[in-house]
């Protein structure tokens, strides 16, 4: 049975930090590629950064590039979403997803309907 669990949100002051944690279980973890995702209140699920696990390849949208760091530990099948200089604008339900059979190379995804399982979601929020 596949499963992600997310971790690590909370409530936290513009500018803070926080580290997010997706634990995979139920597939090969180095054959897949994660994606962190958030969708805020009335507003439509958006991706965020991807990573692949097969090459370790990064994306990042423009919106979080150069304040997020996605990174993979395949030793404890978890991707960990780094998330500094936080905004208010960054406020939402994270989640993370996963596709499982992802061999391709340099290359990763941020359109939700590619991924095939999700986590349940962490809230974040950010106060100003």
């Known amino acids: 049975e596949v499963q992600l669990v997310e971790s690590g949100g909370g409530l936290v002051q513009a500018g803070g930090s926080l580290r997010l944690s997706c634990a995979a279980s139920?597939?090969?973890?180095?054959?897949?590629?994660i994606g962190w995702f958030r969708q805020a209140p009335g507003k439509e699920r958006e991706g965020v950064s991807c990573?692949?696990?097969?090459?370790?390849?990064?994306f990042y949208m423009n919106s979080v590039k150069g304040r997020f760091t996605i990174a993979s530990d395949n030793a404890k099948n978890t991707v960990y979403l780094q998330m500094n200089s936080l905004k208010p604008e960054d406020t939402a339900v994270y989640y993370c997803?996963?596709?499982?059979?992802?061999?391709?190379?340099?290359?990763?995804?941020?359109?939700?309907?590619?991924?095939?399982?999700w986590g349940q979601g962490t809230q974040v929020t950010v106060s100003s």
């Open positions: 997803a996963a596709i499982t059979s992802h061999l391709d190379r340099g290359f990763c995804t941020v359109v939700p309907r590619a991924y095939e399982y």
């Open positions: 139920g597939f090969t973890f180095d054959d897949s590629a």
């Open positions: 990573i692949s696990n097969t090459d370790n390849f990064t």
